[in-house]
């Protein structure tokens, strides 16, 4: 894969407690917005249960249709960590003892501690290789273009730098946003005519309530510079007539 | 559907500013509280771009496989706001004015300001029910399974009230939560004993760390109340046994 082309990703929450309602899910947007930063765009995520069939199933749709695929949970110690076991089947890879994570951890822990629950933790999919966790010890891993990730976000946040240099970006998505004080409606038609007239920018226009007053953020999104200036402009025209004003946030 | 029956959801977050970072999604976390509240098991979410084809082409597998679907974004009065058009699509109705919606609008502006970008969002599929919005006027809707909201977080809330006679639960889902002075790995033998035994309940252990401190929340989940006291029962043998601190949390 070179650069210039575009590149994707889905990103798959693996956990109960998000869908419970119980833990509110924060890994979608660390890895979203570390993902845009190094020009890979986010395509879908989902989020599943702890469930081997359902993991194995939407893994083999992701990895096919994305560059690249994110895991985040399930890679603990406890009986409800069966990501890595499901991860080896998805790929009918073998289920086995990864021995630098088992010296890694070996290390980690004092004399005695390494016990049976922690070795689990380095129980991995055959070949798989090793995403070092600078926080908490048990590493993640990867096997083809998925990559496992720990649930926990302090540690999955830690992890993430060791991983830069395997995934290979395109160009970086730039955005640019302006915001102003009025209503969807009022824009809507004006944007429109600059959405029809700039195919290649992705504009997006979110409504926000902040410190008592109602106003409206339009997000530009491009690899493009010069087209997000150009669009920039045609945005700034029509605001100008309206007589909006624009405000910072 | 009668009570007693497992009932399930999907939710479907649509929107580019989730998959690009910049805005949390905390309307999967309302939610899944609100509807694990009245009975309904929230089996899986997705989140995916404001594409037409891929709204409709996820729809189309969602509304098959749960009972039902909520979907949020995209129903506002933008170039951006596609959902109410790709449903229409997903089920091959027509793509017309909802006339109650129409009255509905038009009372709630003053004369004059129920502009071409405000009557969009009177365009739904033919035959939806409306979904109102006590908030700011512009109702969502629903079309057999599917319940589609806006994705202004506040305003979602304040929709759900009106929503729970259209919604049929099975039993509530209820949940014990237990929290330890421990790290995983000294009970994850322990818990993959108790959960072997309990199969009917839903046992998820999720790390945490809380004023500097680490511990382990382990979450029950079941219909039945008498499974998880049986199981907390159990649980609290091998904390006992094992002299771990319970905590707060």
Redesign the interface.
Known sequence: MTKNTKVNAAIL?IG???????????N?????????SIGV??????????IEK?IIETLKVLKKENNYVFTTGGI?????DITAESVSKAFGAKYEIHKEAYKILETYYKPGEF????Q?MVWMPENAELILNPTSGAPGFSVENVFCLPG?P?ILKSMLGGLKNRIVGGEP?L?HTISLRTV??????S??KV?DQNEDV??????F?HAGKLGVSI?L?SENQSKINSCNSQILEFVKQKKIEIVDR
């Open positions: 929450i109960n407690e998000i869908l419970s309602g119980r833990t509110q899910d924060t979608t947007s660390t890895l979203a917005n570390w993902l845009n765009k986010v395509n879908e995520v989902r989020v599943i249960p702890d359902k603990g110690p406890t009986h409800d016990n049976e629950g922690r689990k926990v302090s998505i955005s969807e409606s009022e824009i809507a038609n944007l429109t959405q992705e504009i997006g226009s979110y409504p309530f997000v999104r």
